[in-house]
């Protein structure tokens, strides 16, 4: 028998006849949580009539629907007074209403269990570790639409906001370090959960390898999955021993010989260091939001998980729209939502026009960014990668001088960070020495607080 309240469902009604005020004390409650369809049609009018501030009473709302023809039937009227008279008191409507919410979701979980079970019957062509994703998605889908958010007040918040700060103060930061204490420093300790954090840059600028370099770090003491959809595996692993085995990629490429004793020690220290890390690699080519939101969730159940890398956006498919932009638009939006809902960060890269290289020092601009401004109306940090050595490569004084530059952070200030790019083991560190004149002076362009 299908869950089903209709003596709530009349009451929560007839409650607001009787009293419109009733309709602040509904909670959650949506037309879609009623089953029989006038009771959806005869909620949405009233409702409708008192947003406008109208009195919803028996004859107004016989009245709209009749205009609307959304309830047919001579017994419209008649059935409405039936409604306010048999519901003694608007006092209880929280109750009802709470009734009504509840079978709702018994109902969606039979339906859930419903397509769990076909799913089960007929894959198509998916795995099952697949299939149980979507039927969990489903499911979580479900509790979020059932969990019920209110207001709080600013004295509740700052209870919240204290206990937070007091929380760090004995037990440290909360943020994931990025292992670059400037960029660490600029974002108020490094990482954090529910982020979505864009590195983008021109090509060959190295914001894969600044994004392999810190997923690398923080993976020495939290769980990090990248998702390269334009590097296979191998040549992400390349990387990663090259950079901490301290090997120049083209070494560990070559022919190392069985005599080259420094080499193979330092293959030896690099594996022995990768091998402490909780780093992952997925290679699938041209992943949708879907599927990459599938593989994140399973990760997370069986390892733990705390940042999601993406190599990158411009690479993802199936996004929704028709246009580019609409569809680098939902990708954006996408990874936000995903890192709230998995409580991770997520990094992801991402391409930047040629404009940039119009200008007279080629620095990039978040206007630069490709495809679509939702990237920059959806992210918490963006930082743009530049090396203006790939401009003059025969300027010494800027060999290696590479620039990270914030440019929107929501909760914290805007500046550049100059660091170190060694290419050899596509590695960042400090910048230790003079700033390159060719290049604004450290500090020399530093933004306020969004």
């Not at 309709?23 to 949405?44: N, W």
Request: charged fraction near 25%; aromatic fraction near 4%.
């Amino acid at each position: 028998m299908t869950p089903y309240a209709h003596q709530a469902e009349q009451s929560v009604l007839g409650a607001l006849l009787l009293d419109n005020a009733a309709a602040d004390r509904l909670g959650e409650l949506k037309a879609r949580h009623f089953y029989r369809e006038e009771h959806r049609s005869i909620f949405v009018e009233t409702l409708a009539l008192i947003s406008k501030g109208v009195p919803a009473d028996v004859i107004s709302v016989w009245d709209r629907l009749q205009a609307r023809g959304t309830v047919s039937g001579g017994e419209l009227l008649p059935y409405l007074n039936q409604l306010a008279q048999n519901t003694p008191s608007a006092a209880n409507v929280e109750h009802y209403a709470g009734i009504v919410l509840d079978k709702a979701l018994l109902r969606g979980l039979l339906h859930v269990t419903g397509k769990a079970e076909d799913l089960a019957r007929n894959p198509k062509g998916q795995s099952a570790d697949q299939v149980l994703d979507e039927v969990l998605s489903m499911v979580s889908t479900l509790a979020e639409r059932r969990a019920r958010q209110e207001p709080k007040s600013i004295n509740e918040l700052l209870v919240d906001l204290v206990e937070a700060v007091s929380r760090r103060a004995e037990s440290g930061d909360n943020a994931m370090a990025t292992g670059i204490s400037s960029l660490d420093e600029m974002l108020n300790g490094g990482f954090r959960r529910g982020q979505l954090v864009i590195f983008a840059g021109r090509p060959s600028m190295g914001k894969t390898a600044l994004a392999v370099d810190v997923g690398l770090s923080i993976a020495e003491k939290h769980s990090v999955l990248l998702f390269s959809m334009e590097m296979t595996a191998q040549e992400i692993t390349a990387r990663a021993l090259s950079s901490r085995g301290s090997l120049p990629l083209s070494r560990l490429l070559g022919r190392i010989g069985d005599t080259d004793s420094q080499s193979w020690g330092a293959i030896t220290h690099g594996c022995s260091r990768l091998n402490e890390l909780r780093f992952a690699v997925d290679d699938t080519a041209a992943s949708t939001l879907r599927e990459l939101r599938m593989r994140a969730n399973t990760w997370k159940r069986r390892h733990g998980l705390d940042l999601i890398i993406v190599d990158y956006l411009g690479l993802m498919t199936g996004g929704d729209g028709e246009k580019r932009h609409e569809q680098i638009g939902s990708y954006s939006r996408g990874l936000k939502a995903l890192a709230k809902e998995l409580d991770v960060t997520v990094l992801a890269l991402a391409q930047l026009n040629r404009k940039s290289e119009e200008r007279a020092d080629r620095r990039p601009q978040l206007s630069d960014l490709r495809d679509s401004g939702e990237i920059e109306q959806d992210a918490d940090v963006v930082a743009l990668v530049h090396r203006s050595e790939m401009y003059e490569p025969s300027n010494e004084t800027l060999r290696g001088f590479a620039e990270v530059l914030v440019r929107k952070q929501r909760n914290g200030c805007l500046g550049d960070i100059p660091l170190r790019f060694m290419g050899a083991t596509s590695q960042f560190e400090e910048w230790d020495g003079p700033i390159p004149s060719t290049a604004p002076q450290k500090g020399s362009w530093r933004g306020g607080y969004e």
